[in-house]
């Protein structure tokens, strides 16, 4: 679907839910992560893209402070909420109202000058596949207050008070790497972001001119992050970083990881997390050089090792995902890894381009071999960030 289509839908549906037309339209994407997974909130090194799917919003301001959400791919009607009751916690936005609730919450306390508003949201980003559905709602409400509030900020202010509703509002403590990438990836580029300092590259990602693709391979398993098992993660780092001395495992130098994991021998779960962390990062950077040196394929035994990681030292992975990229290497594949939260969601799969067909082939008869619900397969094509449609 087109970006004018998107908008016209949207606009349209908005207009029979509040009976008036919305002021504007804006999009944000979901996003598949190259390499560079966990290690977001260890200030660490991360390579997402930007997916063509897409939530996008319909809005006006209100000036009563009341804030009206509505959904096209959610049940139930509109969501009213009012402003000054906005509290973190367990209240009546539980769900996914719960996220542009978050938005408006952030914004105000930051002490911005936002008052309520009418929404609508038309999504073809899956939900629960690990690509970002609820960073793509965050900052596609983040930029629409934005733009009907007249605040002027940039992307990576919207970015961050986006992380800031997820974190404090909702409950997740997740980096800010998914946020950063609906809001600020191009079309045709990844996006090597430094998660302490925000510094940010865009890397050409012609993978068609390479004569490659990348597949998403979405497991149809479905991930709750609030459940307990992502903030155990992020809590095993720290106490890893605590018992190493440093601020962040991001600070663990790669050639002195044997002498770190030596002094974690007493506890095996968080000498996990930090060999993962560690080991990412340095994946990280080195498909950066490689991309760089236009070794594009290279980069394929950096994803599967990644992976491995993931799956042995992390333990975030699933027999899904396992599955998924276990038989797209042996059908041929460049390189597969799981990307995104874990317990379920999507895998990467890097392929020659021709071959898209027989590792979808491949995988999904081992799907159904295994007695799994069929897999969704459909190529990952860089594209654009945040944007305002209409």
């Known amino acids: 679907m087109s970006d004018h289509e998107a908008a016209t839908r949207t606009a349209e549906a908005f207009h029979a839910v509040y009976g008036a037309a919305p002021a504007g339209v804006w999009a944000a994407p979901g996003r598949v992560n190259l390499i560079g997974e966990h290690t977001d909130y260890n200030d660490g090194f991360v390579m997402p893209l930007a997916l063509p799917h897409t939530t996008v919003a319909a809005a006006s301001a209100r000036p009563d402070g009341v804030l009206r959400l509505h959904s096209g791919g959610a049940d139930g009607g509109v969501v009213e909420l009012v402003i000054d009751d906005l509290r973190p916690g367990p209240v009546a936005t539980a769900g996914w109202?719960?996220?542009p609730a978050g938005i408006l919450w952030a914004m105000r306390e930051a002490g911005l000058p936002v008052g309520g508003a009418d929404l609508h949201y038309e999504s073809t980003v899956p939900t629960g596949a690990g690509l970002s559905s609820s960073a793509a709602l965050e900052v596609?409400?983040?930029?629409?207050l934005n733009d009907l509030y007249g605040l002027g900020l940039d992307?990576?202010?919207?970015a961050r008070l986006a992380q800031r509703a997820e974190n404090a509002f909702v409950g997740v403590p997740c980096g800010i790497m998914d946020q950063t990438a609906a809001a600020c990836c191009t079309?045709?580029?990844a996006l090597f972001l430094d998660t302490r300092d925000l510094t940010r590259r865009q890397v050409p990602f012609d993978?068609?001119?390479e004569g490659l693709r990348l597949l998403v391979v979405d497991t149809c398993v479905k991930h709750e992050l609030g459940d307990g098992a992502y903030a155990a993660r992020r809590a095993g780092c720290e106490?890893?970083?605590r018992a190493l001395g440093v601020r962040a495992l991001r600070d663990v130098p790669y050639a002195h990881l044997p002498e770190a994991l030596d002094r974690l021998a007493d506890d095996p779960v968080v000498r996990g997390l930090v060999r993962h962390i560690v080991t990412e990062n340095h994946r990280v950077e080195e498909v950066i050089a490689r991309l760089d040196a236009g070794e594009t394929r290279a980069i394929g035994p950096?994803?599967?090792?990644g992976h491995a990681s993931l799956r042995d030292d992390f333990r975030i992975s699933c027999a899904e995902l396992d599955l998924a990229v276990d038989t797209a290497v042996a059908a041929g594949a460049v390189g597969a890894r799981m990307t995104g939260g874990g317990f379920g969601g999507s895998a990467v799969v890097l392929v020659e381009e021709g071959d898209e067909k027989a590792v979808?082939?491949?995988?999904?008869d081992a799907f159904e071999a295994a007695g799994f619900v069929p897999p969704r397969v459909f190529t990952a094509v860089p594209s654009a960030g945040a944007r305002r449609l209409v």
């Open 97 to 99: 109202a719960a996220y």
């Open 140 to 144: 596609v409400t983040a930029l629409a």
């Open 155 to 158: 992307l990576q202010r919207l």
């Open 187 to 189: 079309d045709g580029h």
């Open 207 to 209: 993978l068609a001119g």
């Open 239 to 241: 106490r890893g970083a």
């Open 302 to 305: 950096l994803l599967t090792a």
């Open 360 to 364: 979808t082939t491949a995988v999904t």
